[in-house]
């Protein structure tokens, strides 16, 4: 039954993609957009949905404390984020900053018996870039004509596309649906967001002092523990350090590849 909820989900998602990249004759743009943005975000929670434990919720909703914890956590989530909205819809150049902030850093979580490092914040901010351009449309702070688009929608929206539906016919359907929940999808939606904002907003000078103003500081901080040998967060590095050849350092981050990377 899953993997069938799974697969309709996915080809939902497919065509979502689609919808959101590639122009369709004679279907006006802002309804392909919608129609589009509602397939994806659908069809990304139907898949998150697939993915955890079949006992994940059932201890906290069955408890009057968890509850009344969650429905104020809503609450107060939604506070924030209207505000957030606001803010962004006067100052576009914060949802860059904030992007240019949550790109390198992912958060650890347990699910279930699983353990993931995850990109919460950097999904957080595509999240409010989203909501805050559906916001925008809705309320007329912009013109329909203002819809993102740019020459790399249509081959990007292909080839995401075929990526997505692979997943039906993966050896490992379920890994299949982690690499669109958690890549494929909100990346592309991140595209589309960016693409949106960005004649709005000095974004290449905020995103360039971002993150020049966050890696020197982490840098230094590697630095530091490369010749102190103090390593934060993570044993396992630790102890791999005593038999290797070369010193890895992880600053900030758990895995010394993030920092590599960043």
Same mark, same amino acid.
């Given at each position: 039954?899953?993997?069938?909820?799974?697969?309709?989900?996915?080809?939902?998602?497919?065509?979502?993609?689609?919808?959101?990249?590639?122009?369709?004759?004679?279907?006006?743009?802002?309804?392909?957009?919608?129609? $589009?943005?509602?397939?994806?975000?659908?069809?990304?929670?139907v898949?998150?949905?697939?993915?955890?434990?079949?006992?994940?919720?059932? $201890?906290?909703?069955?408890? *009057?404390?968890?509850?009344?914890?969650?429905?104020?956590?809503?609450?107060?989530?939604?506070?924030?984020?209207?505000?957030?909205?606001?803010?962004?819809?006067?100052?576009?150049?914060?949802?860059?900053?904030?992007?240019?902030?949550?790109?390198?850093?992912?958060?650890?979580?347990?699910?279930?018996?699983?353990?993931?490092?995850?990109?919460?914040?950097?999904?957080?901010?595509?999240?409010?870039?989203?909501?805050?351009?559906?916001?925008?449309?809705?309320?007329?702070?912009?013109?329909a004509?203002?819809?993102?688009?740019?020459?790399?929608?249509?081959?990007l $929206?292909?080839?995401?596309?075929?990526?997505?539906?692979?997943?039906?016919?993966?050896?490992?359907?379920?890994?299949?649906?982690?690499?669109? /929940?958690?890549?494929?999808?909100?990346?592309a939606?991140?595209?589309?967001?960016?693409?949106?904002?960005?004649?709005?907003?000095?974004?290449?000078?905020?995103?360039?002092?971002t993150?020049?103003?966050?890696? /020197?500081?982490?840098?230094?901080?590697?630095?530091?523990?490369?010749?102190?040998?103090?390593?934060?967060?993570?044993?396992?590095?630790?102890? *791999?350090?005593?038999?290797?050849?070369?010193?890895?350092?992880?600053?900030?981050?758990?895995?010394?590849?993030?920092?590599?990377?960043?």
């Amino acid at each position: 039954m899953t993997e069938a909820v799974r697969e309709v989900a996915t080809v939902v998602a497919v065509l979502g993609i689609l919808a959101l990249l590639v122009p369709i004759p004679r279907i006006p743009p802002t309804l392909r957009q919608v129609a $589009g943005l509602i397939a994806v975000v659908v069809a990304w929670i139907v898949l998150v949905g697939t993915l955890l434990p079949s006992d994940f919720a059932s $201890g906290r909703l069955e408890s *009057a404390p968890g509850l009344a914890a969650i429905v104020v956590g809503v609450v107060v989530l939604l506070g924030v984020a209207y505000g957030a909205i606001r803010l962004i819809l006067a100052k576009p150049w914060v949802w860059f900053l904030l992007l240019g902030l949550a790109l390198p850093f992912r958060i650890p979580i347990s699910l279930g018996d699983e353990q993931a490092n995850l990109l919460l914040p950097l999904y957080a901010v595509i999240a409010l870039g989203v909501l805050t351009w559906v916001y925008g449309r809705a309320t007329g702070r912009f013109a329909a004509d203002e819809d993102p688009a740019t020459p790399i929608d249509l081959p990007l $929206g292909v080839f995401v596309a075929f990526v997505v539906l692979s997943g039906t016919w993966s050896a490992d359907p379920e890994e299949a649906a982690v690499q669109s /929940v958690f890549f494929y999808l909100p990346f592309a939606l991140l595209y589309l967001t960016v693409v949106a904002w960005w004649p709005k907003a000095r974004a290449l000078a905020i995103l360039s002092a971002t993150t020049i103003g966050l890696a /020197v500081p982490i840098a230094i901080l590697a630095l530091g523990q490369y010749f102190t040998r103090d390593i934060f967060w993570n044993t396992t590095l630790q102890q *791999a350090n005593i038999y290797s050849q070369f010193y890895r350092v992880n600053a900030v981050f758990f895995d010394p590849n993030i920092l590599g990377r960043y």
